[in-house]
Every structure is written in structure tokens, then in C-alpha cells.
């Protein structure tokens, strides 16, 4: 599975803001659920305000348990566990 040009080039703005200290957590709701969400942004400024950008968000427990990871032996699948 190939990243997008576009997902590689995003990557780079939150590398930037935290290697200059404009990283922050923000407390959001989630838009369907309305259940409390924690955001990592970017932070930015426009004149004397300031520009928050969300990049992702952490998530309660283990992460590894949301996503599904690339097949090595696949390079356009995924490892999909087996339905019970």
C-alpha cells in the first residue's frame, strides 16, 4: 500500500510544529458520538490570534486495537482478523 503524496506531505507539519515547540493536546467532542476527544494540533498564529490544527487524535486503551496494519505479504491489503 503506497502513502499519498498528499499524507506524506501533511506528515511534515506536525514533525515542524513539535521540533519548535507549537504542538498541543485540545480537549474537542467527537462529532458522532459527542464523547470527549483529544486532538493533537499544530498551532499556528494569525495576527494576534491563535490557529489550531488537528492531525490526529489519541485514543483510550490500546491503539493498535483500531487500526488494521499492512500485510507484508499483501502490498495493496491489510491483516484482517478472522470474523467469530
Keep these: 500500500m503506497a502513502i499519498p503524496d498528499y499524507a506524506r506531505t501533511n506528515f511534515d507539519t506536525p514533525l515542524r510544529a513539535a521540533s519548535e515547540g507549537n504542538l498541543a493536546l485540545m480537549e474537542c467532542l467527537d462529532a458522532a458520538t459527542r464523547e ?49
Design 36 to 84: 470527549p476527544r483529544y486532538v493533537i494540533c499544530a498551532v499556528g498564529r494569525s495576527d494576534s490570534e491563535f490557529v489550531l490544527t488537528p492531525f490526529g487524535h489519541l485514543s483510550e486503551g490500546i491503539p493498535d486495537d483500531a487500526c488494521l496494519p499492512p500485510d507484508p505479504d499483501d502490498p495493496i491489503g491489510v491483516i484482517v482478523s478472522p470474523t467469530t
